[in-house]
């Protein structure tokens, strides 16, 4: 994997406006509302940058690479979709349809030894639902529609997590590291984001969710770097 100087800067540039959406995130500023969507639109035109000067990576790998850019277009559409509550249903829509195109990117045949994957993330996942879904009835009887989704979603990462896991057992260390990291921090960032919106809105909280799911962006588009080349 080859990075050049623009690409350099660019992350740079990536960093500092995470920090900066976080932190205007946490103090409640208007400027937050602008400054959200740029990080992943950063990320996106890097990896558009690297496609259009590197000539290097196999046809497969180079298919991976797209879907994990459309991956990212999704979610800088719902980043700016969730700005406003009443898009609540499209935003989500578009972070699942982000999911399945990450999904489709690191799919890799073979099941032989992933069981202890496939038990663990469908575990947890039921734990968390089991605990959300009381919460959530409790503050909102009216709306078994809208946990219904949420379920469905909760089960797309689920699945994420384990194609991500038997991915990075088929493609070793070098890069499978950063896509079952990416999985990882999706599931924190959703589970957190998820208990703030319907639950319990919590300050503190809101660096966490930036924090996590920034991490996660970043992490899949790095992985792109290693299928590129």
Known sequence: MTVTAPELIFSGIYFVLVFASTLSKYRELEIY?????????????????????????????????????????????????LLNRKYFKLGLLAFLTGH??????????????????????FAASSL?????????????????????????????????FIISANFSINYGKA???WVIAGAFFFSISDGMLAWQ??????????????AFYYSAQATFAASAFYLFG
């Open 33 to 81: 509302r602008k400054l959200k969507p740029l990080p992943v639109l950063g990320l996106f035109l890097i990896l558009l940058y690297h496609a259009a000067f590197s000539e290097s990576g196999v046809q497969t790998e180079k298919a991976r690479y797209y879907l994990v850019m459309g991956g990212l277009l999704s979610g800088l559409v719902g980043d700016i979709l």
């Open 100 to 121: 399945v195109l990450y999904i489709t990117a690191f799919y890799a045949p073979g099941w032989g030894k992933k069981i202890f994957f496939i038990v663990i993330a």
């Open 128 to 160: 968390y639902f089991r605990i959300f879904s009381r919460a959530f009835l409790k503050k909102n009887p009216d709306k078994m529609r809208r946990l219904y989704l949420i379920g469905f979603y909760i089960l797309v990462l689920s699945i994420l």
């Open 175 to 177: 890069i499978g590291r």
């Open 197 to 210: 919106y319907f639950i319990n809105e919590n300050k503190i909280k809101k660096i966490f969710i930036s």
